[in-house]
Structure formats: C-alpha cells, structure tokens
C-alpha cells in the first residue's frame, strides 16, 4: 500500500512539474512605457535635425507605439516598423545584424527572412538579459544615427525597465 502510495505521489510531483514548465511568466512593456520609447526616440533625432519614424514592437514584433516627426518621408514608418521587427526576433541590434551577415558567409541570407531589414537603427529593449521588445528607427542619413536616437531614449526610460 505504502509502494502505491509513493508511487502515486511521485507521479502528482512529476504532473506537477510539467504543469508548471508549461506556463511561463513574460515581462512586457506597458502602452505607456512603448510611446514614450517612439516619443523621446522621435525628439532625439529632432533635435538633432532628423526627421524620423519610431516604431516600438513587443517580443512578438506587434507593433506596440509610433511616432513619425513632421516632415518624416513616408518609408520611414515601414523601415522603422521592419528594424524593430528584425531586432525583436533576432534579439540583437540590427546593426550587429547587417554586419555579421555581410562579414560571415553563413549568416549571407539573414537579409532573405521575410520581415528582416539589415539596416541599422534597431535596437532590442531588455530588462536584464530578456528582450522585451525592439524599437526601430528610420529617417536620418544614415542607420548609425537612428541607432543614436534610439539609444538614447532607452537610457532615457533605463529606470523603468528593471
């Protein structure tokens, strides 16, 4: 009886255990948090002279926040859109991104995944190590002056992502 017993609570435990990988607990990024990260992006870039897109996408890479300045060109919502995107999935700037496509011949089709756009400008919002999120950026003269942006709206909101 004893043996059945053991047996039997064994088996609750492992039930137990399973059930309980099963459902994970995800940090997300409030609605709030998401337009201010596209606003203070947005003001950056303006104040530096560009006119940009700003597109903030949760871990799934659905759109979460945009802001597009005034006098933004129309391409630059999907650039920002596809950036954020592409940093979301790839959990990784897509800066770093384009350049190991480019320098390392394995990674050559990263550039051929439908939604990816190898420019830089996209940057992944982590709290601790998990990504979040992504922003992405599109309209200044160059990738490495939307990342600018974006980094500095991200420590700009550095003490709300804890």
């Known amino acids: 009886m004893h ?7 064994l088996s609750l435990s492992a039930n137990a255990v399973q ?4 459902v994970r607990t995800e940090k ?7 337009n201010e990260i596209a606003a203070q992006t947005v003001a950056t870039c303006t104040a530096n002279g ?4 700003a597109t903030v996408v949760d871990r799934a890479g659905t759109v979460r926040a945009v802001q597009r300045a005034d006098n933004a060109g129309p391409h630059t919502l999907e650039a920002s ?8 999935s790839a959990k990784n700037s897509t800066g770093a991104i384009m350049e190991a496509s480019q320098k390392n011949p394995a990674a050559a089709n990263l550039a051929q995944i ?7 400008g996209g940057l992944p919002i982590k709290v601790g190590n998990e990504v979040i999120g992504a922003v992405g950026v599109g309209g200044a003269p160059g990738g490495h002056l ?3 942006c974006a980094q500095s709206a991200l420590t700009k909101v550095a003490g709300q992502l804890q």
Do not use: C, F, H
């Open 3 to 9: 043996r059945v017993l053991a047996i039997a609570l």
């Open 19 to 22: 059930a309980a990988d099963a």
């Open 28 to 34: 997300n990024m409030s609605l709030s948090l998401a």
């Open 50 to 53: 560009y006119a940009v897109t």
């Open 81 to 88: 859109r596809l950036k954020a995107y592409t940093s979301a």
């Open 114 to 120: 439908p939604g990816y756009l190898l420019l830089a």
């Open 146 to 148: 939307d990342e600018q």
